[in-house]
């Protein structure tokens, strides 16, 4: 399992190398920056001392759409209560979630602007949204202090990464592409209150909970376009499936 940090435009090179610190003092080592070069500058470097291979390291993009196209579940990090989605995860909440995921899975942390945080497009296109709880709505945790903390919860679960150079099957993300198409096979429109809740609360299935949806969604979808003579009885699903809840 690889978990990503993903800085979008930071506008203080400090920041960066201090979240640079901040991942290699808690074991990680992927860093992506979007739309900034704020990571090559002198003051990233003096900052990140004694990391300063993260920097090195750090992938660019030029938007935030390019530097999660590759990763399984997007997890954007909020200092405000967003009126678009009911759910905000704290940092220790996120361990349980992350953990029982399909152990090749590419998961992103995403951090917005020092000054704006990230836009309501950016919000939309997390999977789940995660906020620390202050004691003080001001002042607020700069970006090097958030991705250290962020860092510290997730360094606790000691996520093996996988090594075997294979391209991981993107279990979640094709879900929820499923799930998409399937929503507007029966009606339901983008903006719908259904469908918000599902996009919101797909991201906390668990691995098992994951496979079954795939086999529930392809059964619909066949039985949604099969002629009705070829319909002849209900789905089938293995024995293992998910009791009732």
């Not at 991942?23 to 979007?34: E, S």
């Not at 066949?222 to 009791?243: C, E, M, S, V, W």
Request: net charge negative; with cysteine; proline share 5%.
């Amino acid at each position: 399992m690889h978990i990503y940090f993903i800085l979008v435009e930071p506008v203080l090179a400090e920041n960066v190398g201090a979240a640079a610190r901040a991942l290699k003092t808690m074991g990680f080592q992927h860093l992506r920056i979007v739309n900034s070069e704020r990571h090559l500058e002198d003051k990233a470097r003096w900052v990140a001392h004694g990391s300063r291979e993260i920097l090195l390291h750090a992938e660019s993009y030029t938007s935030l759409a390019n530097a999660t196209a590759d990763l399984d579940l997007i997890i954007g990090t909020t200092a405000k209560k967003r009126h678009q989605r009911n759910y905000a995860h704290s940092p220790k909440e996120l361990a349980p979630l992350i953990s029982n995921k399909p152990s090749d899975s590419r998961i992103g942390i995403v951090f917005g602007r020092e000054d704006q945080g990230l836009s309501n497009e950016e919000v939309a296109s997390c999977d789940l949204m995660t906020s620390i709880p202050l004691a003080a709505s001001y002042p607020s945790l700069n970006l090097g202090q958030a991705v250290m903390l962020y860092a510290y919860e997730l360094n606790q679960l000691s996520l093996p990464e996988s090594s075997d150079g294979k391209t991981p099957e993107l279990q979640l993300k094709a879900l929820k592409h499923k799930l998409r198409t399937l929503l507007a096979d029966i009606g339901i429109a983008n903006d719908a209150k259904e469908h918000r809740w599902v996009e919101e609360r797909i991201g906390v299935l668990a691995e098992r909970d994951i496979g079954f949806m795939h086999t529930l969604i392809n059964s619909v979808q066949r039985t949604l376009h099969a002629p009705p003579a070829a319909i002849q009885k209900p789905i089938q699903f293995d024995n293992d499936a998910p009791a009732d809840s």
